[in-house]
C-alpha cells in the first residue's frame, strides 16, 4: 500500500525500514561511502510502498531554494520489474502537484536512469558530474 508521510508521521518501523533499504542500495551494493541519512530526511514528504512489513519502493520529496526536488529513488531488488517504478513516479508527480505547485522540479539523477526520468518529461541539462563518487546529471521538470 502507498504511503505519503512527513518524518514526523512515520513509525518507528517505517523509518527503519526506509533507511535499512537506502543504506543497503545507495551505501551497500553501490559501494559508496558517504551521509546516506541527512538533515533534508527531517523536511521531506516520504512515499513509499510497503509488502510484507518492508519497504519495496520509496523516494523523498522537499523544497530547494526556488524548486522543489526528489531524491533516493528507490525500488528493492526483489519487486524491480513490476512496476513499482512507474507508480512510485506517479505518486511523486502527485505529491509535487498538491505541495508544490507551480515550482519547477530540479533533481539530480544518476546518469544510468537517465532514460527512466526522460519517460517523464524531465530534461537533462548540462554535462554529467560526480556527486558522492558516482555520475549524475542534472534534470529538470516544468512546474506541474
Known sequence: MWETKTFSELSTKELYEIFYL??????????RVYQE????????????????GKVAAYARIFPQGNNVTFGRVVTDPKY???GFGKQLMEHIMQVIHQNFAQKEIEIEAQVQVQGFYQKFAFESQGQPFLFNHTPHI?????AV
Open 22 to 31: 537506502r543504506t543497503k542500495i545507495f551505501v551497500v551494493d553501490q559501494e
Open 37 to 52: 541519512v541527512d538533515q533534508n530526511d527531517l523536511d521531506a514528504i516520504h512515499v513509499f510502498n510497503m509488502v510484507d
Open 80 to 82: 524491480r520489474g513490476q
Open 138 to 142: 542534472k534534470m529538470t521538470h516544468p
